[in-house]
């Protein structure tokens, strides 16, 4: 006998609960959610028959459970269509859509080894219908970054999401150990969620993972398949000091003078220190402690290097607000409101620590701030040395002091003293370009756009590959301001002479844990280098928040330049390829969705879709290629959209068939859109048609 309930009434915090009575024994199961209804699962669909129950479904407010009958203990069923997302908020969210064929395969091999304690032994008893025919032939994965620091890795290639791995971040940091520091820490006004995802980048053809969290830390994984027991889990303390002087962008068209910026290895700077040495004791603790070693890391993602934002002089480190990693250098960069920050992750050391004024006026005397630390910007530290101290400074993307700091001034104004404290740095690019006008071959690049428009341009000087590249430092020369455009800068790319894009360099993957033989066999060959014929015309495609540029960067000219939008801004840009081209999608927070052709900046597409009626839509907008797009409708709920009259075509074909007879397919708008549901599902402009897909 399956029946609701089970418990007295009286009992204190009593929760939803289904009892399961066999012979003389009886089993309360509770639920998370309150029980909608429930149905068991028979042998036979014939009533007549001998009913022996080998499962029952159990419909919650928020949740579907399958329960297994016949093991002891009545475990559940593991669900492989998860109604609800995420365990934990989403705060952050990229698509990538045609990605590396292999990546899906891998991810779900690693992570069908995740161990899953207390589900049943079986297969998912469910079964039935069909697969639409006109599904997309291209792999597709949506990576979630969460509140409580996971990120998980999502198969999207069929109308349907599957978890394919799940990375916890937190577990490379201590918790609060007993229930009176997390009383401490909340009196102190320290967030729930020190853990929180802010940003993330992902190298999908090198597996490279790079996590940044609001307590301004980073974590650096790469992708293996063997496990693995780190005895000693790298940290790097980075010491970002702003300046006391005004930092005023430099002017479109001017060329500031270049200067040299090296590695803390070589010139004046001090060498890396480690923490806890006879200089004293630390001034700037860290919002989070490393984990103690070892630290038994499973096949998947495993830690590479910590990075963590440490105070300086009393004053606490700044929430990452720009970050770009790249395989084949080597480097991670990220910035903040404070400067620009370059780490090299193979020899786990800084070379680049510089200020906004810095940034702007390398050449000119650099003016610090009164107050000196006593510390090296950059200390490479073992995990379990010292004490460290939450930071009641330290806020989750869920606060309501998220929403506060995102609404940034955005004043054109060069002069203005509120655009110093407001200005922060907002997009990252590796390349392979011409870093002066008067360059005459191809080098290594770092192009940094500001909140402000600014665009410069520094350039890398990286020793051989080989073991030289472990053993030499690497320099960096900042070569002035590109161009500015008006707004904050959002995406930056390179095109070639044809107008196709030119993806950064990148090291092909190759597990890291591997023997060397197997090293050898599997190695691929490394990106291939951009053409020489094509050197003298290169093109830098930026998009700011009103405004998008292409600029030759041989004459480092405007070439040509369009004004987005004037009334509003624009909160989401991508350069993405669509039906054989390239283009700019752009989603304005009016709720337009626009896009450009490349390289004439030619307007493809305006359309008033979605106003912008919650943060949670600006946070998690994304583009990506094939027309495809993406954004959180709800705490629970992915929107997908196409923008391509393909997609729209081949709609009815992609959407599967239930096993049960129905006059109407549920969960689908009509197409004709005369019910009020239907409204926001489908509509024409210029022969394109914008489809929502669940």
């Known amino acids: ?13 009593r929760r939803a609960c289904l009892t399961v009575m066999h012979g003389k024994s009886t089993a309360v199961l509770e639920m998370d959610f309150p029980i909608v209804d429930f149905l068991t699962l028979c042998e036979t669909p014939y009533p007549n028959d001998f009913q022996e129950p080998y499962a029952v479904v159990v419909l919650l407010q928020k949740d579907l459970v399958v329960i297994d009958l016949g093991q002891i ?40 080894r995740q161990k899953r304690q207390g589900y049943s032994k079986k297969e998912w008893p469910i079964s039935g219908g069909n697969w639409g025919q006109g599904a997309q032939s291209y792999p597709e994965i949506i990576v979630t970054g969460h509140a409580d620091g996971s990120i998980k890795f999502w198969d999207a290639s069929a109308l349907m999401l599957q978890v394919l791995y799940k990375l916890k971040t937190a577990k490379v940091f201590e918790r609060p150990r007993c229930k009176e520091e997390k009383a401490g820490g909340a009196e102190a006004g320290m967030d729930e969620d020190p853990f929180a995802v802010q940003t993330f980048f992902w190298c999908p053809e090198s597996r490279m993972l790079c996590v940044g969290g609001v307590s301004a830390h980073l974590v650096v994984y790469r992708f293996s398949k063997q496990e693995v027991s780190a005895e000693v889990v790298q940290l790097l303390e980075v010491r970002m000091q702003s300046e006391t002087s005004s930092v005023d962008s430099p002017d479109p068209g001017d060329q500031t003078p270049p200067g040299t910026t090296s590695s803390p290895q070589e010139g004046d700077a001090p060498p890396p220190a480690v923490c806890g ?25 495993q830690v590479e290097l910590v990075i963590q934002l440490v105070w300086v002089s009393g004053e606490p480190p700044q929430q990452i607000t720009s970050l770009a990693l790249n395989s084949s250098y080597g480097l991670v960069a990220f910035g903040n409101s404070t400067g620009l920050a370059v780490v090299d992750y193979l020899q786990k050391t800084l070379v680049l620590s510089m200020s906004m004024s810095e940034l702007y006026n390398p050449a000119e005397p ?3 701030s009164p107050r ?27 606060s309501d002091a998220r929403d506060g700091s ?55 000087t990286l020793p051989p590959a080989g073991e030289q590249r472990l053993l030499q430092p690497v320099s960096l020369t900042c070569c002035g301001s590109l161009t500015r455009l008006r707004g904050g800068v959002l995406t930056m790319a390179l095109l070639d002479s044809t107008g196709a894009l030119l993806p950064p360099p990148y090291e092909p993957w190759c597990d890291p844990n591997a023997s060397d033989e197997e090293k050898a066999r599997r190695r691929r060959p490394a990106s291939p280098p951009p053409p020489s014929e094509g050197q003298d015309a290169q093109y830098a495609v930026l998009c700011s928040e009103k405004q998008a540029k292409v600029v030759s960067m041989a004459t480092q000219s405007g070439v040509h330049k369009h004004s987005i939008t004037e009334a509003s801004f624009v909160l989401r840009a991508d350069v993405v390829h669509v039906a054989g081209a390239y283009c700019i999608a752009c989603f304005c927070a009016n709720g337009h969705i626009m896009a450009l052709s490349l390289p004439s900046l030619r307007p493809l597409l305006d359309v008033n879709y979605l106003p912008l009626t919650d943060m949670r839509i600006a946070r998690t907008f994304c583009f990506s290629n094939q027309g495809q797009a993406l954004y959180l409708t709800s ?6 959209i196409s923008y391509i009259q393909e997609t729209c075509d081949n709609l009815q074909e992609m959407i599967g068939d239930a096993a049960v007879r129905t006059p109407r397919r549920f969960g689908y708008a009509s197409v004709d859109g005369e019910s009020a549901s239907g409204r926001g599902f489908l509509f024409f402009l210029k022969q394109l048609k914008l489809v929502c897909i669940v």
């Open 277 to 301: 040495s006879s200089e004293g004791p630390r001034d700037s603790p860290p919002c989070l402690q490393v984990r103690s070693p070892p630290l038994k890391q499973s096949a998947g993602y």
């Open 1 to 13: 006998m399956v029946l609701s309930g089970g418990l007295s009434y009286d009992t204190v915090g």
């Open 635 to 640: 705490p629970t709920e992915i929107q997908r």
């Open 406 to 460: 995102s609404s940034r001034s955005r004043s054109s104004s060069v002069t203005s003293i509120d655009r110093e404290s407001a200005e922060v740095l907002s997009a990252l690019l590796f390349a392979e370009t011409l870093p002066r006008r008067s360059d005459g071959g191809l080098s290594p690049c770092l192009m940094v756009g500001a909140s402000q428009g600014s665009v410069v341009m520094l350039s890398l």
């Open 366 to 368: 650099l003016l610090h």
């Open 372 to 398: 000196k630390s006593q510390h090296p910007s950059g200390a490479l530290c073992d995990s379990n040395d010292g004490t460290n101290h939450l930071d009641d400074r330290c806020k989750s993307p869920t």
């Open 73 to 112: 203990g009545y475990p559940v069923f593991e669900s492989p269509y998860p109604l609800n997302i995420h365990e934990s908020p989403v705060t952050c969210c990229e698509y990538y859509a045609d990605c590396p064929s292999d990546l899906i395969p891998a991810l779900y091999s690693v992570g069908n």
